[in-house]
């Protein structure tokens, strides 16, 4: 089946525009979390969306992030006002169960800031 | 403050031998343990995982070891192929919550 789909791919903005990235998620996955990958840096975690609970939004760094989710499909990250270190590639995963099932990622989305 | 630490930014292996990567962690909470592997331009993918309850989880070509007192594990695989040319990422999830915490990664490489 499809896995988990992020668009754009590439993303390239201007200082100071406000972005919107999109993750559709594996169909019948209630769990839904962002990352993002700074070059040459590990995966850091942004935010998780479980099923109708609140999402742990403890990794945002910013209030210039924020995530919605639509019921158990589609979700939004948005950036606004973007700086040249929101420059990362944002990936997207889905898991069936939260963290002890395996998460399935997108291929991301590279956004640079210029 | 980096609670999971993959020290070996990069690893080179011959074709056929053990590779394996090590990753230690300081966070006392963590109770299950992930490795993922990525391939460039793509999103990493699940490898294998590890209960706190043990010490050992095989799955064909690899095996993932856990040391709780020394809050170390590694990854071998045995043997090396070319495809096993990846980075890859070891994750901890903290016991109560359901985020995962992934280190910088190790980029292994396959020589033929």
């Known amino acids: 089946g499809a896995g988990v789909s992020q668009s754009p791919s590439n993303k390239v903005t201007e200082k100071g525009k406000d972005v919107e990235l999109r993750c559709d998620p594996i169909?019948?996955?209630?769990?839904l979390y962002w990352y993002r990958q700074r070059l040459g840096q590990g995966l850091e975690f942004l935010i998780y969306f479980q099923g109708n609970s609140a999402p742990d939004k403890s990794g945002l760094p910013s209030d210039r992030f924020s995530a919605e989710r639509t019921g158990e499909s589609v979700s939004t990250l948005t950036i606004q006002r973007t700086q040249q270190e929101d420059s990362a590639v944002y990936l997207c995963?889905?898991?069936?169960?939260?963290?002890?099932?395996?998460?399935?990622f997108g291929n991301g989305t590279r956004l640079t800031v210029t | 403050d980096q609670q999971v630490k993959q020290n070996s930014p990069s690893l080179s292996v011959q074709e056929g031998r053990i590779s394996i990567l090590n990753c230690d962690y300081t966070?006392?909470?963590?109770?299950?343990f992930l490795w993922y592997k990525k391939y460039p331009a793509e999103g990493p993918t699940f490898l294998i995982s590890?209960?706190?309850?043990?010490d050992k989880n095989e799955d064909g070509r690899f095996t993932v070891f856990l040391n709780k007192s020394a809050k170390h594990l590694s990854l071998h695989i045995v043997p090396s192929q070319p495809g096993d040319s990846a980075v890859y990422f070891c994750?901890?999830?903290?016991?109560?919550?359901?985020?995962?915490?992934f280190g910088t990664g190790t980029r292994l490489t396959i020589i033929p």
């Open positions: 966070n006392s909470m963590f109770d299950y």
């Open positions: 994750a901890a999830r903290d016991f109560g919550n359901e985020k995962l915490t």
């Open positions: 590890i209960s706190s309850i043990k």
């Open positions: 995963a889905s898991s069936f169960q939260g963290a002890t099932s395996p998460l399935h």
């Open positions: 169909s019948g996955h209630t769990a």
